[in-house]
């Protein structure tokens, strides 16, 4: 038999398949030889319970159709429609709505029919035989208790969750130990006056430790006004308000968000759709795993599974969820949540928020401190230096006045020999006067006179020499220039003398008040008038002459010391005042390198020209103190 049947098909196989071909051709299926399950249109009909916006369901719609999207390997006509009569206790007749359905989906039956909520599953349940009887359904987002498991057919799967409301009140205890009374707010639809009528069951052995009040008898203004003046110690428990006691019907988050608005106690619920924003938190249904689990038994039962085949667990809360606003609004702390708890919204602390912000100020604070440091050792290390170089320069200084003095010495002699000499005759005369019989005590009043005279002539040259020689550190004070400048003068007076030079001195006529020190610019004036003095040499039979003279301009001091010398050759004049610049063959080319350091020193300048009629003109400029 079988032999036969095969040789049978290997003559006839090219026939059918030629046949087949042709059929594939005619019907515009071109890929009807090998049918494939990708890109088949797939209509899944949704059904919802209140209305398109209502939470939580909307919510969980709108999960469940992202999911869809994203998962479903066909491409998916989604048809909507809302089942109003949830919303009435007393609904109309459902028969126009049903004959509506029925009179689309006759000629063609959806893929799928989805039902969200357990109003719109009884619907579906019920009218199933009429409406869709060989279509599969997925009967979603709806509680343990509201399935109607008699009525449940081979072609329907199941994506319950289980509602534990003592769990969320022994939450609702464990973060407000204190709670005394709690207020439930709840609608007075034929749905939720079930869920009253449920809880009042499940919180039967809160009895005595809290004391509950209902409001699912009031219209939701009532309910507004009672939230907002709760006893000390209250919550308030969400569980839904779709259509309160006086019909109105609630749709989106607004009552909540109204309620939150008034309300004195804080508000718990056990749905993720009302978390984020009003609710506390606590363990409630996760929106993204019913949407999950409802997504996944959706593609299978379009895939092809045998719908009663497909079961899952009651879907429970997920771990307990906190919105961090809430509890700090509510001084709720953090260590009395459930150990497991997850805080969301948490706002970030200033360092979160501007992190970066506070590192680059950190960090430009850092780096500024550095370069102060640096900068205050840097301060440091130079004044260091300065006072060094200062004591250096003082030292100095102090060799080239000995050296200078030394250019001196003969006129000082001199200058000395002078008055000791007439000391000595006038005591000679004195005594001998002393011998005669009777001598002239008034003459001899004169002589000692004479003496005394001298001798302060003596010893103011041997003051000024002591102090031009003496050893002192750089010491800065307020001094007036005009004085320092007569007392150099002075000691130049003998050599100039000696020299058959007219040395003059002009004081400016007010004083000159500068910051430095004495010696050290005495020793500067000193050395220009020495330099204008050698400037004018024996040979020179013409007007002998050294001027110095002070004077004052805007904010400083000037001295000036000219001559009537041939002055500085226009190339010497840049080098002056270079150290070992000399153009004497005893010269050591110190002076006004020394000249030029002091007054720096000072804060001044010091400058070299030529007059106009002849002769060298060296400055000094200081700043003047006032
Ligand atoms: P020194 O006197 O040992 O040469 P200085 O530094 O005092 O060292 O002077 C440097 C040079 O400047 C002198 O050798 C001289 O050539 C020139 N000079 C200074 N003062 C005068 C002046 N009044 N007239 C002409 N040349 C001068």
Same mark, same amino acid.
């Given at each position: 038999m079988s032999g036969r049947k095969s040789r049978m098909s290997v003559k006839l196989g090219p026939v059918w398949l030629w046949l087949s071909l042709l059929l594939a051709?005619?019907?515009?299926?071109?890929?009807?030889?090998?049918?494939?399950?990708?890109?088949?249109?797939?209509?899944?009909?949704?059904?919802?319970?209140?209305?398109?916006?209502?939470?939580?369901?909307?919510?969980?719609?709108?999960?469940?159709k992202a999911g869809l999207e994203q998962r479903s390997p066909w491409p998916l006509d989604i048809q909507e429609h809302t089942l109003l009569s949830a919303r009435f206790n007393n609904p109309g007749p459902e028969a126009p709505f049903v004959e509506y359905l029925h009179s689309l989906y006759e000629g063609a039956p959806p893929d799928i029919v989805l039902s969200i909520g357990a109003p719109a599953a009884r619907f579906a349940q019920r009218y199933r035989a009429k409406l869709f009887p060989d279509t599969p359904m997925v009967l979603a987002v709806v509680e343990e208790r509201l399935v109607d498991r008699l009525e449940l057919t081979d072609n329907d799967a199941v994506v319950s969750a289980r509602l534990d409301f003592m769990a969320v009140f022994e939450s609702i205890l464990h973060v407000l130990p204190d709670t005394k009374t709690a207020a439930i707010v709840i609608g007075a639809s034929p749905l939720e006056k079930f869920w009253t009528d449920q809880l009042k069951q499940d919180l039967k052995p809160l009895g005595n430790r809290l004391e509950l009040v209902w409001y699912s008898d009031l219209p939701f203004e009532a309910i507004l006004k009672r939230a907002a003046g709760l006893p000390p110690h209250a919550v308030l428990f969400w569980g839904q308000m779709s259509v309160d006691a006086a019909g109105i019907v609630h749709e989106g988050d607004l009552a909540l968000r109204s309620l939150r608005a008034?309300?004195?106690?804080?508000?718990?619920?056990? *749905?993720?759709?009302?978390?984020?924003?009003?609710?506390?938190?606590?363990?409630?249904?996760?929106?993204a795993e019913i949407s999950r689990t409802t997504v996944d038994a959706v593609i299978r039962v379009l895939g092809g599974e045998k719908p009663s085949a497909i079961r899952y667990e009651p879907i429970q809360f997920g771990r307990p969820k906190y919105d961090w606003r809430e509890l700090q609004r509510w001084g709720i702390s953090e260590s009395s949540l459930p150990p497991d708890s997850e805080i969301l919204f948490r706002e970030p602390t200033v360092w979160e928020r501007y992190r970066w912000q506070m590192l680059l100020i950190a960090a430009i604070i850092l780096v500024q401190g550095g370069l102060i440091s640096g900068l205050l050792h840097e301060r440091h290390r130079r004044r260091g230096a300065e006072i060094e170089s200062r004591q250096r320069l003082a030292e100095l200084a102090h060799? /080239?006045?000995?050296?200078?003095?030394?250019?001196?010495?003969?006129?000082?002699?001199?200058?000395? /020999?002078?008055?000791?000499?007439?000391?000595?005759?006038?005591?000679?005369?004195?005594?001998?006067?002393? *011998?005669?019989?009777?001598?002239?005590?008034?003459?001899?009043?004169?002589?000692?006179?004479?003496?005394?005279?001298?001798?302060?002539?003596?010893?103011?040259?041997?003051?000024?020499?002591?102090?031009?020689?003496?050893?002192?550190?750089?010491?800065?004070?307020?001094?007036?220039?005009?004085?320092?400048?007569?007392?150099?003068?002075?000691?130049?007076?003998?050599?100039?003398?000696?020299?058959?030079?007219?040395?003059?001195?002009?004081?400016?006529?007010?004083?000159?008040?500068?910051?430095?020190?004495?010696?050290?610019? *005495?020793?500067?004036?000193?050395?220009?008038?020495? /330099?204008?003095?050698? @400037?004018?040499?024996?040979?020179?039979?013409?007007?002998?002459?050294?001027?110095?003279?002070?004077?004052? %301009?805007?904010?400083? @001091?000037?001295?000036?010391?000219?001559?009537?010398?041939?002055?500085?050759?226009?190339?010497?004049? %840049? /080098?002056?005042?270079?150290?070992?610049?000399?153009?004497?063959?005893?010269?050591?080319?110190?002076?006004? %390198?020394?000249?030029?350091?002091?007054?720096?020193?000072?804060?001044?300048?010091?400058?070299?020209?030529?007059?106009?009629?002849?002769?060298?003109?060296?400055?000094?400029?200081?700043?003047?103190?006032?």
């Open positions: 051709v005619l019907s515009g299926r071109a890929d009807a030889a090998e049918p494939s399950a990708r890109g088949e249109l797939k209509r899944v009909l949704i059904l919802h319970s209140f209305g398109r916006e209502f939470r939580p369901w909307s919510e969980y719609a709108r999960s469940i008034v309300a004195n106690a804080p508000i718990f619920s056990y *749905q993720d759709p009302f978390f984020g924003g009003s609710t506390v938190g606590g363990p409630m249904q996760l929106t060799a /080239n006045r000995y050296s200078a003095v030394g250019e001196l010495t003969t006129s000082i002699a001199h200058e000395l /020999n002078q008055p000791l000499g007439s000391i000595l005759t006038n005591t000679e005369t004195a005594e001998l006067m002393l *011998q005669g019989n009777s001598p002239d005590i008034d003459e001899i009043r004169l002589i000692l006179a004479d003496i005394r005279r001298d001798d302060q002539r003596a010893s103011e040259v041997i003051r000024r020499l002591r102090s031009v020689l003496k050893k002192t550190p750089f010491e800065i004070k307020d001094i007036e220039l005009n004085d320092t400048v007569r007392e150099a003068v002075g000691l130049a007076r003998a050599v100039a003398d000696g020299r058959r030079i007219t040395l003059t001195y002009t004081p400016v006529l007010i004083d000159l008040h500068v910051k430095g020190d004495p010696i050290q610019l *005495q020793q500067v004036v000193l050395n220009l008038i020495i /330099n204008a003095m050698d @400037a004018i040499s024996d040979a020179n039979t013409g007007k002998r002459e050294v001027r110095v003279w002070t004077a004052r %301009a805007a904010r400083e @001091a000037e001295v000036n010391v000219v001559d009537t010398g041939p002055g500085v050759t226009a190339p010497d004049l %840049a /080098n002056v005042f270079d150290p070992f610049f000399t153009t004497k063959p005893q010269g050591m080319g110190m002076g006004l %390198a020394i000249a030029k350091t002091i007054v720096e020193a000072h804060q001044g300048t010091i400058g070299a020209t030529n007059q106009p009629a002849g002769g060298a003109r060296f400055t000094i400029r200081l700043p003047l103190l006032r």
